[in-house]
T-cell receptor, first 115, second 114 residues
Framework: KQEVTQIPAALSVPEGENLVLNCSFT??????LQWFRQDPGKGLTSLLL?????REQTSGRLNASLDKSSGRSTLYIAASQPGDSATYLC??????????????FGEGTQLTVNP | DAGVIQSPRHEVTEMGQEVTLRCKPI?????LFWYRQTMMRGLELLIY????????DSGMPEDRFSAKMPNASFSTLKIQPSEPRDSAVYFC????????????FGEGSRLTVL
């Protein structure tokens, strides 16, 4: 059974700092990995999707890497801003088959960026 | 581009009542997922549809829960009868299978059962 762990559970940083959020998963047979952000009382917003054949994806100040063999992904946020404050979730997906279709989520990292 | 649309956004009901949650996926998407989020258990997959057909309903907690997808643009999740432990935020997500597999979530329906 796939298990996804995110470290740290919570992080508080001053504005402008670069930071790294970590995600690890136990089963390396994944199809893709997706990073989301969730604001309080809101849905999940997709940030980056990395296919199993890819090593990284970038969008603006965000960069996500994937090391499938070691079961790890990182989300790098450059020059953090107060608007980045949210909970960040990573989720892995095994494939199309019945049991693999589900995303397995980590418990999230709650990020606070202080002005 | 309209995202995944869910209704109602908030529902407060009494134990024993029937609850129906609705979802309109993004046009062109062929997969639809219902998730439930609670503080205790995080995000749990309830059911997954592909091309309107239920593929994996192993996450549906019990017979009180049922889901339908009569066409590509509409799905419902029904709880009958509702219980206080069903209180949670229910999310609908859609995606295009075979094209990367990225999922897009709705804003959720917050259910409170008194």
């Amino acid at each position: 059974k796939q298990e996804v762990t995110q470290i740290p559970a919570a992080l508080s940083v001053p504005e402008g700092e670069n930071l790294v959020l970590n995600c690890s998963f136990t089963d390396s047979a994944i199809y893709n990995l997706q990073w989301f952000r969730q604001d309080p009382g809101k849905g999940l917003t997709s940030l980056l999707l990395i296919q199993s054949s890819q090593r990284e994806q970038t969008s603006g100040r965000l960069n996500a890497s994937l090391d499938k063999s070691s079961g790890r992904s990182t989300l790098y946020i450059a020059a953090s801003q107060p608007g980045d404050s949210a909970t960040y979730l990573c989720a892995v997906r095994r494939g199309w088959e019945t049991s693999g279709s589900r995303l397995t989520f980590g418990e999230g990292t709650q990020l606070t960026v202080n002005p | 581009d309209a995202g995944v649309i869910q209704s109602p956004r908030h529902e407060v009901t009494e134990m024993g009542q029937e609850v129906t949650l609705r979802c309109k996926p993004i046009s062109g998407h062929n997969s639809l997922f219902w998730y439930r989020q609670t503080m205790m258990r995080g995000l749990e997959l309830l059911i997954y549809f592909n091309n309107n057909v239920p593929i994996d309903d192993s996450g549906m907690p019990e017979d009180r829960f049922s889901a339908k997808m009569p066409n590509a643009s509409f799905s419902t999740l029904k709880i009958q009868p509702s219980e206080p432990r069903d209180s949670a935020v229910y999310f609908c997500a859609s995606g295009r299978e075979g094209v990367g597999g990225e999922l897009f979530f709705g804003e959720g329906s917050r259910l409170t059962v008194l």
